[in-house]
């Protein structure tokens, strides 16, 4: 169907006196004795096109609907404002569908609650249109990152027999229910459809050290899983996860890597989505352009582990979750490292061994690894990574104190025994870089359809 994209007549003075054809939705409509005005959006912009309609030829013009999906053709011409509106007559307006009084978006100004109740209907808001739109730019830019430095993407498997984090989070994978035919679990998954209990990845990191120790620079881009039990505004049972792994990498090519992309990106997003921004900067996070403009030009904080515990303990706060050296970090210890100490986004360095995961690269001290987590104002950790345990006896040990089975790592830790290098990589998680870019306060508005605890439709 031939037409013109809204954002093209509304941006450009090149269909001025030109007679052209939008398609889109009814925002609102007007009526009066001579001109009807209709508010039309196709999703390519926030921004409308206004169509004066000249009703002297017709006096029984029905004025369309909000919600009302149509096409028109008519002449551009110069409006107010330096906008560009469409001037025609009802015989030039093709209704496709009505939508009845009953549609849901009839007037602006919903609350983010109601409008996840009609996931289907939400992307039709300014809101949810900028939201996707960011999503959009910033899954270009990452890729366009990557691939000017010479990574591979590469796409790991989504359901997998082995688990990455090894914290019984995974969605298990199978085509016939447990029943008391069997007399134990080895006998039931024997039966299953893989031969073996499977699941879906929570982290494409394992297949990724095994595609960068071949190809040196890898990156991931597709979904994880995790079956945790959070119902939180930045926990996900399917999100979107950036894994980068490099070869001859240390911890601190690790950490360089990953602020110059977060830097690369944000700036590409405020260079391509300038509307998106000042929009979020007006209705969701007033200084939004202002915080992230000095974001990329100041460099990222960084802090020990150790460190932060003591920052944490000297700050005299009232945390819900007390701060012990070995205790896990809440998100009330990131946010308030983040925004209270640091007032910028900062890397945590060189956590406990015990509350991370077994492949991270054991410290000298025997106490820490050399993991790495970004924490940003307003939302917390964005991003967890390490250099990775590169020693076939260390990282067998550590997968030993944990009571791993072996056997289900063979390929891992044959990494481990020919030719193996230093490495490392990270995992940004892609809703939670969009909370921070868009000042969205939960993780449920940054993607169309969220699947979380307790909800899935
Ligand atoms: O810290 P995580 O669990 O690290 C890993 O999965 C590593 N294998 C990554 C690596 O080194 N290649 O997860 C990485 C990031 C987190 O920082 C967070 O941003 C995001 O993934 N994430 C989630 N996002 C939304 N919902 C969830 N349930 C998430 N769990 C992790």
Known sequence: MKHIDVKEIITSK????????????VRTSRNSKFVAFVE????????????????????????????????????????????????????????????????PLQKKGHTL????TIPHLRGRTNTFNAVMRVRSVLAAAIHEYFQS?????????????????????????????????????ESY??????????????????????AATAMGKI??????FRAENSNTPKHLAEFWHIEPEVAFAELDDVIEIAESMVKYVIGKLLEKCPDEIAFFDAHFEKGLKARLEELISH???????????????????????????????????????????????????????????????????????????LLVPGVGEIIGGSEREADYDKLVAAMKERDMNLDLYADYLDLRKYGTVPHGGFGLGFERL???????????????????VGSIR
């Not at 090149?14 to 939705?25: H, I, L, P, S």
């Not at 956590?351 to 993991?371: C, L, R």
């Not at 909370?435 to 306060?441: D, E, I, P, V």
Request: glycine share 10%.
């Open 219 to 224: 990156y991931t881009f597709g979904p994880s």
């Open 299 to 373: 460099e990222f904080g960084r802090v020990t582990y150790t460190e932060a515990i003591e920052l944490l303990k000297k700050s005299g706060e009232d945390f819900v979750y007390p701060v012990e050296w070995g205790c896990d970090l809440q998100t009330e210890h990131e946010r308030y490292l983040s925004e209270k100490v640091f007032k910028k986004a900062v890397f945590v360095t060189d956590y406990p061994k015990e509350i991370k995961s077994f492949y991270m690269k054991q410290n000298a001290d025997g106490k820490t690894v050399a993991a790495v987590d």
């Open 113 to 116: 609650e109601f409008l996840r």
């Open 40 to 103: 039309v959006n196709d999703g390519t912009s926030l921004k409308n096109v206004q169509v004066v309609v000249d009703k002297g030829g017709c006096p029984d013009y029905k004025e369309p609907r909000v919600g009302t999906s149509l096409k028109v053709t008519g002449k551009v011409v110069e409006g107010r404002n330096n906008t560009c509106e469409i001037c025609t007559e009802p015989r030039n307006i093709e209704i496709f569908g009505d939508a009845p009084t009953d549609y």
């Open 149 to 185: 430095n010479n990574y591979v993407y590469v796409n790991t498997p989504l359901i997998t027999g082995s688990d990455c984090e090894g914290a019984g989070e995974m969605f298990q994978v199978t085509t016939i229910g447990y029943n008391n035919e069997y007399k134990d679990a």
């Open 189 to 210: 998954y024997a039966d299953d459809f893989f031969g073996k209990k499977a699941g879906l990845s929570v982290s494409g990191q394992l297949e990724g050290e095994m």
């Open 434 to 452: 969009i909370m921070y870019t868009t000042g969205m306060a939960n993780i449920r508005d940054v993607i169309l359809f969220p699947r979380t």
């Open 14 to 25: 090149e269909y001025v006196e030109k007679t052209v054809t939008v398609c889109g939705w």
